[in-house]
C-alpha cells in the first residue's frame, strides 16, 4: 500500500480510488495511512500527502507535521505552488508550518502572497516558519506583519522582532 501511495500520480486510477478510500475512512483509518505513510525516509507523493491535508481534521494535520522531517524528499516548489492554488486556510497553515520545519528558501518565494493572507492562522504559522530561516533574509517581512490588522499578528511579530 504504502509504496502505491508513494508513487501515485495526480490523475492516474490509483491516485482516484486512493482519494475515494480515504473519503469513505474515518478519522482513525486516516491516522493509520498517514503513520504509513510518513514510516521511513525517501520520496514522499506530494498528491497524497496533500490528499490527506485536504482533510479538515487537525489530528492528521497534526500528525503530518510532527512526522514529516528533512529526510523525507518532497518537492517543496510543488508545496509553494499549492498554497498558491486557492487551497483553504488550514492547508495552507499547514503547508507553511511543513516548509518552516523544513527551513525551506521556497517561503520567500511566496512570502509576500502569505502576508497578505486573509486568515489570521497562515499569517502566525508564517512569523513561526520565519524565525527559522537566516535574520538577514527574514527579518524585513517580519517587520511588514508587526504592522498587520490583525492584533494577533502583530504581537506575535512584535515578539518575534525582540528575540531577534
Do not use: P
Request: charged share 35%; with cysteine; glycine share 6%.
Amino acid at each position: 500500500m504504502r509504496k502505491k501511495v508513494k508513487y501515485m500520480g495526480g490523475n492516474d486510477i490509483e491516485c482516484v480510488k486512493f482519494k475515494k478510500m480515504l473519503q469513505e475512512g474515518d478519522t482513525n483509518d486516516r491516522l493509520l495511512l498517514v503513520n504509513y505513510f510518513l514510516k521511513g525516509r525517501g520520496k514522499l507523493n506530494e498528491n497524497a500527502l496533500i490528499s490527506f491535508l485536504s482533510f479538515d481534521e487537525l489530528k492528521i494535520r497534526e500528525t503530518i507535521i510532527k512526522k514529516i522531517s528533512v529526510e523525507h524528499e518532497l518537492d517543496e516548489t510543488r508545496l509553494s505552488d499549492t498554497i498558491k492554488s486557492g487551497v483553504v486556510w488550514y492547508m495552507r497553515a499547514a503547508l507553511v508550518e511543513i516548509l518552516g520545519k523544513r527551513k525551506s528558501h521556497h517561503l520567500l518565494d511566496i512570502v509576500d502572497y502569505l502576508i497578505d493572507d486573509g486568515s489570521v492562522e497562515v499569517k502566525l504559522k508564517l512569523i513561526d516558519a520565519l524565525l527559522k530561516l537566516e535574520k538577514e533574509k527574514v527579518e524585513n517581512y517580519i517587520r511588514r506583519l508587526a504592522g498587520d490588522a490583525a492584533i494577533w499578528v502583530r504581537k506575535k511579530a512584535g515578539r518575534a522582532l525582540e528575540a531577534m
